[in-house]
């Protein structure tokens, strides 16, 4: 049974014990929150300009598209921002680079998927559960962007980025109940929210962030027409809310005769794509699972691209630029 389909079961009794789980994880966040808003647990400063990016459900909201964008809008204009990541799904531990932005040192199932596929950008990326000894991996980086890092409080960030998805807060239960990471009233800590609903808030900025799909591609970049894939369809995902990347396929006239969702993270093993690999169908992936499966024969690629406010890029540049001034 899918982890979505546990939480949002409709049984009373899965509901109740669920409900009891996340009480002692909601206190337990409550009470961390409280000890860094206080002071006792300590925020540590980079040496360099931190814009951290994250969210307050877990599971997929567009974070890695969004730091993509980012990073490669501050490198044309001549700013070298390097991405550090946690490094959750990948084999490695300990704190490594997975690039410096001209040669990729590290791949899946060593490397997390995230960092691999931002590294495929020419973007410098570290990785590590300790993330101050991951950026300082980072060299000469004129700024860190922080991925995943809204309830990452050991450091301080300059900018605080909180992206929602289309549910913002799930069904409004913490963790295991539902998929909130912390308390709503967590969201006073951002400095601006980048919304894919209608959100509105009185206390901090709300811009609207959208992910749009276009044609699927090959692995060679090619544009490809819903009409040209042929039968049959096959359309797998190893993302957090699979069910985003099936409803893309339908909003632009791609209807799989199959779809298999794997967990999010997911490593797939030698059998799996040999499988998929002898299928026969034309398959269809997204571009976080395709560096992870090396090169098949038909298959293509779902790439999401950010629709953005431009106002957003002026705030964080101007901020950007007015701390490397006052160096």
Not at 16 to 44: C, E, G, Q
Not at 92 to 116: C, H, M, N, W
Not at 200 to 220: G, M
Not at 264 to 290: A, F, Q, V
């Amino acid at each position: 049974m899918k982890v979505q389909s546990i939480v949002h079961s409709n049984n009373i009794i899965v509901k109740l014990f669920l409900r009891t789980l996340s009480a002692p994880y909601s206190a337990a966040t409550a009470v961390r929150n409280r000890l860094y808003d206080k002071k006792i647990f300590k925020s540590h400063n980079l040496p360099r300009f931190c814009i951290g990016v994250g969210n307050i459900v877990a599971g997929g909201t567009g974070k890695t598209p969004f730091v993509i964008w980012l990073a490669e809008k501050l490198k044309a204009d001549g700013i070298t921002a390097g991405v550090v990541t946690n490094g959750y799904g990948g084999r490695k531990r300990g704190e490594y680079l997975v690039s410096d932005g001209k040669k990729i040192f590290t791949e899946p199932p060593e490397a997390q998927d995230e960092a691999y596929l931002i590294a495929t950008h020419k973007i410098p990326v570290a990785s590590g559960a300790g993330r101050l000894k991951a950026a300082e991996l980072l060299g000469n980086a004129d700024c860190i962007i922080m991925d995943d890092s809204f309830q990452y409080r050991k450091i301080k960030k300059d900018i605080e980025i909180l992206i929602l998805g289309k549910k913002p807060f799930d069904n409004g239960y913490m963790l295991p109940a539902g998929f909130l990471r912390e308390s709503i009233s967590g969201i006073k800590r951002a400095d601006m929210i980048l919304s894919q609903t209608a959100f509105k808030n009185n206390n901090v900025p709300v811009f609207q962030y959208k992910l749009s799909v276009s044609h699927p591609i090959t692995s060679t970049g090619q544009k490809l027409s819903a009409n040209n894939l042929e039968r049959p369809i096959t359309a797998f995902c190893a993302i957090a809310d699979p069910e985003n990347f099936f409803n893309d396929l339908a909003s632009i006239g791609i209807n799989p005769d199959k779809t298999i969702s794997f967990p999010d993270h997911h490593i797939y093993s030698r059998n799996e794509i040999n499988k998929l690999r002898k299928s026969g169908d034309s398959l269809i992936t997204t571009e976080k699972d395709k560096v992870k499966l090396g090169k098949m024969k038909n298959l293509y690629i779902l790439r999401r691209k950010v629709d953005i406010e431009p106002d957003i890029y002026k705030i964080i540049k101007e901020k950007l630029m007015q701390a490397i001034e006052n160096e």
